[in-house]
């Protein structure tokens, strides 16, 4: 959750005439947490803001239900939204994994280890020995020549475990073409994984990976420079 209330905050109930036909919703003064870099080293931006709550029946009206909506009443708590950079500001998609599980490639958090799962992970358990893939389709065209990436091991109990290799590859056109890269790839766990290559101006860029023959993998963070 980016959004965090002072317990002391004061709650106002409005009624809103011309929302959903009518409701009654709830606003009180909280803030926003934002990154101020992409690296995290400039610590982490409040900006203050208006929670507004609706009920619940109003906008997922499936009958008669309870729900409980969790809000930290503590930075610390909180997830902050990325700061701008490559990765955050592109569309991701991904083979044969969800859209909630593409989420947790570019939240710029740094994962305790390879078995951190605090801040979500994408994974393609329970399937094994197939290649499978990333990508970023960035919002313009950007001069790239490094990456790194954070790989899931969820190891020895868990499904998952580092790549048996992995690659990069950019878009030239509406072709696929793999970066030359001018330092190896490492599979290492419990830390990022960098590779450098020869400079290229592109819109898109894939990570293309070769599952265990015995378990699946995953991964828990990507960037692009």
Not at 130 to 158: C, L, M, N, R
Not at 183 to 198: H, L
Request: hydrophobic share 35%; net charge neutral.
């Amino acid at each position: 959750m980016h959004l965090v209330i002072d317990t002391a905050a004061r709650v106002n109930a409005i009624y809103a005439a011309g929302k959903l036909g009518g409701i009654q919703q709830l606003e009180v003064p909280g803030y926003l947490l934002k990154r101020k870099s992409s690296t995290g080293e400039n610590g982490i931006e409040k900006i203050p803001t208006t929670v507004t709550a609706i009920p619940y029946f109003s906008w997922n009206n499936r009958g008669p239900d309870e729900m409980e909506v969790w809000i930290p009443y503590d930075a610390s708590n909180g997830t902050p939204l990325p700061a701008p950079s490559i990765a955050s500001k592109s569309k991701v998609s991904g083979s044969h994994v969800s859209k909630l599980m593409l989420r947790a490639l570019n939240n710029q958090v740094t994962p305790a280890d390879s078995k951190d799962q605090s801040t979500g992970n994408l994974h393609w358990w329970p399937t094994k020995n197939q290649s499978e893939w990333v990508a970023y389709d960035f919002d313009k065209a950007y001069t790239i020549s490094s990456s790194k990436v954070y790989f899931f091991d969820d190891g020895p109990f868990g499904g998952c475990r580092v790549p048996v290799s992995w690659q990069l590859l950019y878009k030239e056109g509406d072709k696929w073409v793999p970066v030359e890269n001018t330092s190896p790839y490492s599979i290492k766990k419990d830390s990022f994984n960098e590779v450098s290559f020869k400079p290229v101006k592109t819109t898109a860029l894939k990570l293309q990976l070769q599952l265990p023959v015995d378990n699946s993998a995953g991964i828990l963070e990507w960037s692009v420079k």
